[in-house]
């Protein structure tokens, strides 16, 4: 059986860290790290997840601001604000929660962000330097990925093969050059993908993200394998699972993470750490 490898709790550990560094910061008296996220409409699931960035920026004491606007805000509108608040020394990460209205152009707004604060790690910039192995801001759900696997017998990635499913710009590009940049071999697989089952048996490393629940059961599974389930679905019953049938791939698998309390809570846990980092590259750019 593997052993399940919850997100939650490396999250809470990192979280704790990040909370020891905003005291000593509130100690000395000093500004503290600022997130605006915006949110356009009253989106269920939207208005959840930035739900759940407030409460851990109020956990971890780092200042934050909800900005909600209505659904027919125009593109203009927004776009005025992003800039308000790129030119705005008291705030340090902008966050624009996804997915937008069909009338204002997502590519658009999340290129109007200011790299430097662009800690969900989008901006063509910042993608761009993590292709070339440069410090930047990572994705967040891509970088908890490779946190959750530095912290197990994944340590070492050189020689391992990867096999990821789902090739979006949020997770699937992304978490395979992490992968790459880490000396592993990597294969990505999508819908288009022949023999896709006879690929993923052959991985040490499957990291599944496709929106299909429980679309990987213990028969895609390599013996040993190490299963990131990113998955956050609901089946028949409205109950969340992710894309991973996770009965039958614990049985085949050394270590599993769980939908939920696995990269969910990984990926604000990140969202955290690249605000904390932008405000201390922000400091140090205010102090010449």
Known sequence: MAEVIYGSE????????????????????ERLPRL??????NHAASLSYVKGKERACHEIGMENELIQLSEDTQESELLALIDKLNQDA??????VQLPLPEHINESR???????????DGFHPYNIGRMMMGK????????????????????????????VVIGRSNI?????????????????????????????????DILIVAVGKPRMVDGSWIKEGA??????????????????VDFASAESKAAYITPVPKGIGPMTIAMLMSNTLDAYFAHQKSAQG
């Open 109 to 119: 707004v999340l290129y109007a962000i200011s790299p430097e604060k662009d800690v």
């Open 135 to 162: 410090p930047t801001f990572l994705p967040c759900t891509p970088k908890g990925i490779m946190e959750v696997l530095k912290r197990i017998s994944m340590k070492e990635l050189s020689g391992k093969h990867a």
């Open 171 to 203: 997770v699937g590009k992304p978490i395979a050059q992490l992968l790459l940049a880490a000396n592993a071999t990597v294969t990505i697989t999508h819908s288009k993908t022949a023999n896709i089952k006879e690929i993923t048996k052959m991985a």
């Open 36 to 41: 605006v996220v915006i949110l356009i409409g």
């Open 226 to 243: 190490v299963v990131i389930d990113v998955g956050v679905n609901r089946d028949e019953n409205n109950k969340l699972c992710g894309d």
């Open 10 to 29: 490396i999250a809470a550990d990192i979280k704790a860290d990040l909370k020891q560094q905003i005291a000593e910061l509130n100690k000395r008296n």
């Open 90 to 95: 008291a705030v340090d990460g902008i966050l």
